[in-house]
């Protein structure tokens, strides 16, 4: 009985059967990403700590951008 994986057994793997079920989340992920990216460099001039934003989204892909858009936001100086 084999306890641990290599990276020989990936070439076993049935990609074409995991593919769809992994591909809506890779495409939600990214669209959260692209969405909240344009929010942050639209809204650039009002927005406190914009490079570190871009990080976070950048970095933390899917917890990222939904912090962005629920603290980050709230840092907008009225003008």
Same mark, same amino acid.
């Given at each position: 009985?084999?306890?641990?994986? @290599? +990276? ?16 809506? /989340? ?17 809204? !650039?001039?009002? !927005? ?6 871009? +990080?976070?989204? /950048?970095?933390?892909?899917?917890? @990222? ?7 980050? !936001?709230?840092?907008?100086?009225? !003008?």
């Amino acid at each position: 009985m084999q306890l641990h994986y @290599g +990276l020989e057994e990936l070439g076993d793997i049935d990609w074409t059967g995991i593919l769809p079920l992994v591909l809506p /989340f890779l495409a939600v992920g990214f669209i959260l990403i692209l969405i909240a990216w344009i929010d942050l460099f639209r809204h !650039r001039k009002t !927005r406190k700590n914009v490079f570190m934003w871009a +990080l976070i989204i /950048f970095f933390f892909n899917t917890i @990222g951008p939904i912090l962005y858009f629920t603290v980050g !936001r709230k840092d907008e100086t009225a !003008r």
